[in-house]
């Protein structure tokens, strides 16, 4: 009879042979002419062929086995597609979630919170507290924020920094643009910006051109909270007669500067650029402004240049503008060598670029913090400017660098598809001076947040998710 014999040489190659065994039973033997095919125990020797010999010995011829080999193949590519697709679900599990890692769950928890506490109620009152709001407003102060991630005093805050009266009017402190300095009821000071353009009107020009926009501070606040940064002072849109609420309690440096343009009230100031023949005017005596609440004294500020700054002078560059690996030497320098400064630096940079800021030359910390303190988002005017601009080079210090905080990254994806301009309207629904912004400024938010997330991506591609997403969650107690 026949007989079929794997014959197993190396991996992925066999011999299949068949075997003539010596049998009494002649029905056997016809069964076998000279050549055929050997089958045994259901299976085949698909080409292999077996010769009888004389005398009864058997002869062998064998060959590779086609079908063993092709199975082989087929599991290995089978193998490797399973691979490249575990390899595809990692990397979207880095870039487009990883919502099964607890700090994902943490910051997908607390995304939840901010919605919650998005809208603010308009007239709002603390009712349960003998505390006046500035007291209330100045606990919040920490190394890490200005205000907590829960605030539910802050409708109230807000609604009398909008509201409370002015009793002392004075030229704004040291800067380039006009502003004035207020005392309101209770001795708070706060900082008063007035109203240079139109919600429509499109500054053209470098980034950092034109006037200093009032509505922009009020936007910079709120997307600060939708981001959970939590490190811009609280602002508010305000309505002020000049003649009744400014005139009567103005110094006599803030009162030199009042003048009549037709029926409108009208003042410039003191600053580098105020000039007498550009002055910002009220509608009849009313004219509208933002009121950023002044950090308490308690936190002296320190200003430090920004390493990203800009020379301000055509045809001279910063280095960061021509050396694309001026990262590398932020690094070796105090305080970007340690602790949380440079991460913060890459924040304030995906902050700017949403908003268009590229006016941030300088900012500011708290004194004496070891380079532990935030980063705070002072000064943010010179922003809505053109939404059709979107001035990349704002991004350096994150593309540069390729570093940015997890939970930015979670943040930033959270609010893809529109739920960032969706925010913002809901978030600046509150303020008195609403619409804060132009419908092509919040379109603007939403296309420039793709090309920050675009950017991290291509840094991850890069430098890995290891290098390229850092963990870095600080929490300082507070004094």
């Not at 016809?30 to 292999?48: L, M, V």
């Not at 540069?400 to 301009?421: E, F, I, Y």
Request: with cysteine; charged share 25%; proline share 5%.
């Amino acid at each position: 009879m026949l007989v079929p014999i794997i014959l197993k040489l190396e991996p992925g190659l066999a011999l299949c042979v068949a075997v003539k065994k010596r049998s009494a039973s002649p029905a056997l033997k016809k069964s076998a002419p000279g050549w055929g095919e050997a089958t045994g125990g259901g299976g085949r020797c698909d080409a292999q062929r077996v010769k009888r010999g004389r005398g009864g010995h058997t002869e062998i011829q064998a060959g590779v086995v086609g079908e063993a080999v092709k199975m082989k193949l087929k599991q290995r590519v089978v193998v490797l597609f399973a691979v490249v697709l575990l390899l595809a679900l990692a990397k979207l599990f880095l870039l487009d979630g990883g919502e099964g890692s607890a700090a994902s769950r943490r910051d997908l928890r607390d995304f939840r919170k901010m919605e919650a506490g998005l809208s603010l109620s308009r007239g709002a009152r603390l009712t349960h507290t003998l505390q006046s709001p500035w007291e209330v407003a100045s606990q919040w102060v920490g190394p890490r924020e200005v205000y907590p991630e829960e605030t539910p005093e802050l409708a109230a805050v807000l609604t009398s920094l909008g509201t409370a009266r002015v009793e002392r009017a004075d030229v704004g402190y040291k800067g380039t643009q006009l502003k004035a300095l207020l005392v309101l009821d209770g001795g708070q000071k706060v900082v008063f910006k007035p109203k240079r353009y139109s919600r429509d009107y499109v500054v053209e020009g470098e980034p950092y051109a034109g006037y200093d926009r009032h509505n922009a501070e009020v936007a910079a606040f709120h997307l600060d909270r939708i981001l959970g940064f939590r490190r811009a002072p609280l602002v508010v849109g305000r309505f002020v007669n000049l003649r009744t609420e400014f005139k009567p309690v103005a110094t006599d440096q803030l009162l030199s500067t009042f003048l009549m343009q037709g029926n409108n009230s009208c003042f410039y100031g003191k600053c580098y650029y105020c000039r007498e023949s550009e002055p910002a005017c009220a509608e009849g005596d009313m004219m509208e402004g933002s009121i950023t609440l002044w950090l308490p004294d308690v936190w002296p500020l320190q200003k430090h240049r920004h390493p990203w700054g800009r020379t301000y002078r055509e045809g001279k560059l910063a280095r960061w503008e021509y050396d694309e690996s001026y990262c590398e030497a932020v690094k070796k320098m105090s305080p970007y060598d340690a602790g949380p400064r440079l991460l913060d630096v890459i924040d304030t940079a995906i902050f700017d670029y949403l908003i268009g800021n590229a006016d941030r030359h300088h900012y500011e910390s708290f004194q004496d913090d070891g380079g532990a303190s935030m980063l705070i988002l002072l000064d943010n005017a010179k922003s809505f400017g053109n939404p059709a601009l979107d001035e990349r080079s704002i991004l350096a210090p994150l593309y540069q660098c390729c570093m940015v905080r997890v939970s930015t990254w979670n943040r930033l994806k959270l609010l893809r598809a529109g739920a960032l301009s969706s925010a913002m309207r809901q978030a600046l629904t509150f303020d008195p001076i609403n619409p804060v912004l132009a419908e092509p400024h919040l379109a603007a938010l939403d296309r420039r947040l793709s090309g920050v997330i675009e950017t991290i991506r291509q840094c991850v591609e890069s430098q890995g998710p290891d290098n390229t997403l850092i963990e870095d969650r600080i929490n300082l107690p507070h004094p």
